[in-house]
């Protein structure tokens, strides 16, 4: 139990569904991050938020969308994606982003895009 | 364009053996580099990490060696245990005006009992 907690942990969609993937942190962090792992690939950085404020996009496609409510909550609304989507979703948070800080990873979204 | 690269995808070690996982960089600007451990359906979690002002650091069974000149980093485990068995991520952070962390794609390492 690492104090993230990511939902659904599983998800199957297609490619017109709209749907969204929680994370939530209670370590009282302030920043929180989301990352796409394809398989054999590296841990991608997809969105940063800062004090609830978005601080790295990573030229990530329009079709995903991070929300960041306050500093707990972090949301990442799909909209129309395509089977090359499909991946694990990693929700992470940090103290406050500033240095080298050490991530504590949720357990992710398996999100399957048929 | 992979600045963190993880040349082996797994490596098979006997349990009490030395396990040996190597990392490679290219961007001599990192200046943190850090190893996280993922077991299945979990997140992955921090193991140890290093300066790059240091050569070594030490945790227990864990040890991480950082060679500068040669781009490269390794982390030790001995004894290894069948419980270390598990997928292993470098990483590498670097200050962008932000820091940003960037992660290999891992190395699954088995312990056999």
């Known amino acids: 139990e690492t104090g993230v907690t990511q939902t659904p942990r599983h998800l199957v969609m297609g490619m017109t569904n709209k749907k969204s993937l929680k994370c939530e942190q209670h370590l009282g962090h302030n920043a929180m991050y989301w990352y796409k792992q394809s398989a054999k690939k590296p841990l991608e950085l997809m969105f940063v938020y800062n004090f609830k404020e978005q601080t790295e996009n990573n030229s990530v496609p329009s079709r995903f969308s991070p929300e960041c409510p306050n500093s707990s909550h972090l949301f990442l609304h799909l909209h129309t994606l395509q089977p090359e989507d499909s991946a694990l979703y990693l929700c992470?948070?940090?103290?406050?982003?500033?240095?080298?800080?050490?991530?504590?990873f949720g357990p992710g979204t398996r999100l399957l895009v048929l | 364009d992979q600045q963190v690269k993880q040349n082996s995808p797994s490596l098979s070690v006997q349990e009490g053996r030395i396990s040996i996982l190597n990392c490679d960089y290219t961007?001599?600007?990192?200046?943190?580099f850090l190893w996280y451990k993922k077991y299945p359906a979990e997140g992955p979690t921090f193991l140890i990490s290093?300066?790059?002002?240091?050569d070594k650091n030490e945790d227990g069974r864990f040890t991480v060696f950082l060679n500068k000149s040669a781009k490269h980093l390794s982390l030790h485990i001995v004894p290894s245990q069948p419980g270390d068995s598990a997928v292993y991520f470098c990483?590498?952070?670097?200050?962008?005006?932000?820091?940003?962390?960037?992660f290999g794609a891992g190395t699954r390492l088995f312990v056999k009992a």
């Open positions: 290093i300066s790059s002002i240091k």
């Open positions: 961007n001599s600007m990192f200046d943190y």
């Open positions: 990483a590498a952070s670097v200050d962008t005006g932000g820091f940003k962390t960037i």
């Open positions: 992470a948070s940090s103290r406050d982003g500033a240095g080298a800080e050490t991530q504590y």
